[in-house]
């Protein structure tokens, strides 16, 4: 099934409400369907109302800036001090990629004008219009493994936050924390959330800046009970599970298109993934460096582990609400690609109930199957973050730029220097993917791993 076939087969189901759980935020109700609709105030079929360029960027900060960023200090403890050119050159690398990405998109408007209003699945248009059907169906693959992959790590980093808070009053396991959170947050997926609810970006990115300078802080004020901090040497396996940490960190190139389509001038995006980008390295950078040069090895794979207190109880009691309100949205669109494969009734009924349980217990397996949050993180921004972030933008960029795609239209001609950069990203994205990939995979799948999930008796129980 191509993408104009997948277009008619939702635009039967494009009669979108907050009340039969098909749209959420601008990001989430744009995955959760394919083809496109004009809106009801005429024009070019787009809102006069959409965001502007700063609020581009604050929203894809509030995307970005959640699980990743209490991985990062791990991440340098992988790679070593290494770690700091490595972000930044990951950072400008995936910025990069991201501004060709919009201009995937402007093209797309430029050439075929049923894409000038509101698509809700645009990555997908975009990856069926450069690299054709086959492109399409990876596209879209790696982006239902992306949005399984982070719901999973939000359960199990939610689970590690209520577990801290209540470990004092409530006597119970991660496993089993695992279990009651995954069971509560089951029937909230059956319904729907806002489709407009870009506030929340705002107040995710304040929750993790919180986090982020609270911790800072604790760890500055608390150092000399650390003791003398140790720096490990990196291995083959720890620098490339870094390298997935640090990308997963940086993996919001699977909403870049779908926030685009929110904007009042589409042409500025661009900007918007720039001064995103700049805040995300102004953010992360400080965090790194300071975590990783006061503790050394000692860094937990979630840096709110590594400090206590009664305004870290606070932080983490803000960060779990944050996580749990992200993983009913995440995981959204995963349920409704499942509903449209299985050609279920886009309304609230038994036949989505069940649908969505199912996904749900599948995410809850997996989290006690692989109860470390940081593995499945490491897994996730090698394989499916890399391919949607540093690989396939200046694919389908290169691609569109090609004059013998469409015939008649103005065509535009790649610089040497441009097209050199743009191979290059591609090859540094495929070796650094395939390498952390692998490493993950060992790391999940090595006997070690086996004694030490929640389907270990002693695991779960202790």
């Known amino acids: 099934m191509n993408f104009e076939e997948t277009e008619k087969l939702f635009s039967k189901r494009d009669s979108y409400a907050a009340t039969n759980g098909s749209a959420e935020s601008p990001a989430a109700s744009a995955e959760s369907a394919n083809g496109w609709a004009p809106e009801e105030n005429g024009g070019e079929g787009r809102a006069r109302r959409g965001l502007t360029m700063m609020l581009g960027a604050i929203f894809l900060v ?108 409530i006597e119970l396991t991660a496993c089993e924390w695992t279990l009651i959170i995954g069971g509560i947050l089951t029937p909230l997926t059956w319904m729907g959330t806002p489709k407009d609810f870009w506030p929340a970006s705002i107040l995710a990115m304040a929750a993790t800046f919180l986090a982020c300078l609270v911790v800072m802080v604790k760890v500055v004020m608390e150092k000399p009970f650390f003791g003398p ?86 932080v983490n009691a803000l960060i779990f609400v944050h996580f749990v309100f992200a993983l009913t949205i995440v995981v959204n669109p995963v349920m409704q690609t499942l509903e449209g494969l299985l050609n279920l009734p886009n309304k609230f009924g038994p036949k989505r109930c069940i649908a969505r349980s199912c996904v749900m217990a599948v995410i809850i397996l997996t989290g006690l199957a692989v109860p470390d949050f940081g593995k499945i993180l490491d897994l996730i921004g090698g394989s499916s973050v890399t391919l949607m972030s540093f690989i396939l933008p200046p694919l389908c960029y290169i691609r569109l730029c090609n004059a013998e795609l469409t015939a008649g239209v103005k065509h535009r001609d790649l610089a040497r220097w441009e097209r050199i950069l743009l191979i290059t990203i591609i090859v540094v994205g495929a070796v650094g993917g395939v390498a952390s990939t692998y490493s993950a995979l060992k790391e999940i799948l090595g006997p070690k791993a086996f004694s030490h999930n929640c389907f270990s008796r002693r695991i779960f129980l202790r």
């Open 62 to 169: 509030g995307e970005m800036a959640g699980a990743g960023v209490l991985n990062l200090p791990k991440a340098m403890v992988n790679t070593g001090w290494v770690g700091v050119p490595l972000i930044i050159i990951l950072c400008a690398g995936v910025a990069y990629s991201g501004t060709r990405l919009a201009e995937c998109w402007v093209l797309l408007e430029e050439r075929w004008p049923e894409y000038r209003v509101p698509c809700r699945r645009p990555y997908p248009a975009i990856a069926y219009r450069a690299l054709g059907t086959v492109g399409q169906f990876v596209t879209e693959v790696a982006l239902n493994v992306t949005l399984f992959g982070a719901s999973t790590v939000f359960l199990l980093l939610a689970t590690q936050m209520i577990h801290t808070i209540a470990d004092p009053l």
């Open 229 to 314: 901090p140790h720096f490990p040497s990196p291995t083959f396996s720890s620098f490339f599970l870094g390298f997935g940490s640090i990308l997963f960190a940086l993996g919001g190139a699977s909403i870049f298109p779908t926030v685009q389509n929110d904007m009042r001038d589409r042409s500025q995006f661009g900007s918007s993934v720039i001064v995103a980008f700049l805040t995300l390295l102004a953010l992360y950078l400080p965090l790194m460096t300071i975590c990783y040069g006061l503790l050394g090895s000692n860094v937990k794979d979630n840096i709110l582990m590594n400090v206590s207190g009664v305004v870290v109880t606070l």
